[in-house]
């Protein structure tokens, strides 16, 4: 594990911690709805979070259906920089950027969490993750990717060099956490002139069949860690120099 880096400009565009849960038989959406009460102060946007389910019937006539279903309710804070989304299946915790410090946005998370396991009694976690989307934008006129990214697509000689979009997605398996990184990374529109935006989009979690609650907080610790570690293996000294 390496020691933490601080950036100043840290490309973080969004932070999420998420926890699954086993939904309880007593867990209804009254349950949910119940925490607007208690942190409206702080979170006075309510929206429904929907299911979206569609269908499609195929014979002599194709038919189409679409359904929606209420699943939990979406609260965010008076800037819509902090979102929380309490679901029956789970609880997930957003910041957007700015981004300050790791610290706080844990610390925020589980005051929220305590709030949304008193009022729903949601004992059984069967999933926890931390995920940091970031946006690096490179300079236009650099042409090599592998200046600034350790992971790329290898392109074959045999085809043009230059790329005007790309997705790649890789599954990793963290054994020494019992975890897993998925890290999608792909080119999205440039937000400032002259640069190429790419998104490195990192999430760890940890897969088991039940997690105490204080099990599921060091399991946080560790996964944040980690993702740490995988964002610098990611990156090359030339975009520290650009974050830094």
């Not at 085809?159 to 990374?185: E, R, T």
């Not at 993702?227 to 650009?242: N, P, S, W, Y």
Request: proline share 4%.
């Amino acid at each position: 594990m390496q020691e933490r880096r601080y950036y100043s400009k840290a490309p973080i565009t969004e932070a999420i911690i998420d926890f699954r849960v086993a939904r309880s038989s007593d867990m209804t959406l009254t349950n949910l709805d119940g925490l607007f009460a208690k942190i409206a102060v702080d979170y006075p946007h309510k929206e429904h979070s929907l299911l979206l389910e569609s269908q499609i019937i195929t014979g002599d006539n194709v038919e189409a259906s679409a359904n929606q279903t209420l699943v939990g309710y979406i609260y965010s804070s008076d800037d819509r920089k902090q979102i929380l989304n309490a679901g029956l299946d789970g609880f997930t915790f957003s910041r957007l950027a700015p981004y300050s410090r790791w610290e706080s946005f844990r610390d925020e998370a589980q005051r929220l969490w305590d709030i949304y396991q008193l009022n729903t009694q949601s004992m059984n976690i069967t999933r926890v993750a931390v995920r940091y989307v970031n946006r690096i934008d490179i300079p236009l006129a650099s042409g090599d990717f592998k200046r600034f990214f350790r992971t790329i697509p290898e392109v074959s000689p045999d085809l043009p060099k230059d790329l005007s979009g790309y997705f790649m997605q890789l599954q990793i398996p963290q054994v020494d956490i019992s975890g897993m990184a998925v890290i999608n990374q792909f080119m999205a529109p440039p937000q400032v002139s002259n640069a190429i935006s790419i998104i490195l989009d990192i999430d760890i979690f940890q897969d088991q069949l039940l997690f105490s609650n204080e099990r599921c907080w060091e399991s946080l610790e560790i996964l944040h860690a980690k993702l740490d570690d995988v964002f610098e293996a990611c990156i090359t000294d030339e975009t520290r120099e650009l974050i830094k």
